[in-house]
Nanobody
Framework: QEQLVESGGGLVQPGGSLRLSCAAS????????MRWVRQAPGKGLEWVAS????????NYADSVEGRFTISRDNAKNTLYLQMNSLKPDDTAVYYC???????RGQGTQVTVSS
C-alpha cells in the first residue's frame, strides 16, 4: 500500500525557516518525480515545487522561487522541502505527492505568524 507521511511543520515567525520531510513507502520512490503542494485556509490546492526522479531537475512556483528548496534522498525514500524567509502568506497545510497523482498524505501544518 502506497503511503506518504509528511512532517516538520509548525509555528514560525516571519523570516524564519522550516524543513519539511515526506517519508514514502509502498512504491518505487526513486522511479517517480515528486512534488509539494499546499492549501491555505479557504483556498484551493497550490503547487509549490517539483523534483525529477533522480533529483537533477527542480521547478518552483514564482511565489517561493529563491526561498524554498526541494530535494530528495532516494536511499531513504524521503522528500524534503527547505523553507527559508517564510512569510505569513506561506501559512498552509503542506502535502507531498507523486507528480501526476492526486494521492497525498495527511499533510503538515505550517503557520507563519508573529
Amino acid at each position: 500500500q502506497e503511503q506518504l507521511v509528511e512532517s516538520g511543520g509548525g509555528l514560525v515567525q516571519p523570516g524564519g525557516s522550516l524543513r519539511l520531510s515526506c517519508a514514502a513507502s509502498g512504491f518505487s520512490f526513486s522511479s517517480y518525480s515528486m512534488r509539494w503542494v499546499r492549501q491555505a485556509p479557504g483556498k484551493g490546492l497550490e503547487w509549490v515545487a517539483s523534483i525529477s526522479s533522480v533529483g537533477f531537475n527542480t521547478n518552483y512556483a514564482d511565489s517561493v522561487e529563491g526561498r524554498f528548496t526541494i530535494s530528495r534522498d532516494n536511499a531513504k525514500n524521503t522528500l524534503y522541502l527547505q523553507m527559508n524567509s517564510l512569510k505569513p502568506d506561506d501559512t498552509a497545510v503542506y502535502y507531498c505527492a507523486k507528480v501526476g497523482s492526486d494521492s497525498r498524505g495527511q499533510g503538515t501544518q505550517v503557520t507563519v505568524s508573529s
